[in-house]
């Protein structure tokens, strides 16, 4: 069962996006915090059983900030959530799809993820998560 | 409460991105429709309480088409469901939110929806779905 855990929405400034996200359209600012073994900092949007997250990048040499400037704002990734993330890496990888590691990382919460490579999903950074146990 | 209703994926090709989608990643293909009146055809893979929904386009003057060849493939629009779809337009326009349309269209389903112009949500084509009754 795949469940849609979270799309990440690169923002130049984390306030200035919450008057729409937030205080026009409505959603609940849960919390926002610092990852700066990714370069930002990010607004916890909840969504039913999903969330937006906003990222503001910190540091200009991340792969957001790069992004960012390359891009401008918008959506920078689709994260879903899968039962068995080593088995859904092993499918991918099986079916030719690039991994931007080769082995699961794990965030300051201890949950593991991984990112397919958007040249090998059709043009979307897709993010697994791991269930949370 | 606001909820995530479907990621809109723009591809060149419907069968071709189920190689990723649905074979590699395992979604569940629910079914393919076609939606003129938007000029797609679309694959709608659901993914727990929400859906991934891979937009082909069908007409090249159509949004999608015009968005595909300007960007490539990759996630078009996100859709949120909303308790009041009115209610939730008329607050996003005292915002000073742009509004696609000025009043709700309604899909093949009856389905009543509305767009937010990606210039003022900061980047993102957010689209708004009244809540199923």
């Given at each position: 069962?795949i469940?849609?855990?979270?799309?990440?929405v690169?923002?130049?400034?984390?306030?200035?996006?919450q008057?729409?996200?937030?205080?026009?359209?409505?959603?609940?600012?849960?919390?926002?915090?610092?990852?700066?073994?990714?370069?930002?900092?990010?607004?916890?949007?909840?969504?039913?059983?999903?969330?937006?997250?906003?990222?503001?990048?910190?540091?200009?040499?991340?792969?957001?900030?790069?992004?960012?400037?390359?891009r401008?704002p918008?959506?920078?990734?689709?994260?879903?959530?899968?039962?068995?993330?080593?088995?859904?890496?092993?499918?991918?990888?099986?079916?030719?799809?690039?991994?931007?590691?080769?082995?699961?990382?794990?965030?300051a919460?201890?949950?593991?993820?991984?990112?397919?490579?958007?040249?090998?999903?059709?043009?979307?950074?897709?993010?697994?998560?791991?269930?949370?146990?």
């Open positions: 069962m469940k849609i855990n979270h799309i990440a690169v923002v130049p400034d984390l306030e200035a996006a008057a729409f996200w937030v205080e026009a359209l409505g959603l609940p600012l849960e919390r926002v915090a610092s990852v700066p073994e990714e370069g930002v900092d990010v607004a916890f949007l909840p969504a039913g059983e999903g969330e937006i997250e906003l990222l503001q990048p910190t540091d200009p040499e991340s792969g957001v900030a790069r992004y960012l400037e390359k401008g918008g959506i920078h990734h689709l994260c879903l959530e899968v039962d068995d993330l080593e088995g859904a890496m092993a499918r991918l990888r099986a079916a030719g799809v690039e991994l931007i590691t080769e082995q699961p990382r794990r965030n919460e201890g949950r593991a993820y991984a990112f397919a490579h958007p040249r090998s999903t059709g043009g979307v950074l897709v993010e697994l998560y791991a269930r949370r146990d």
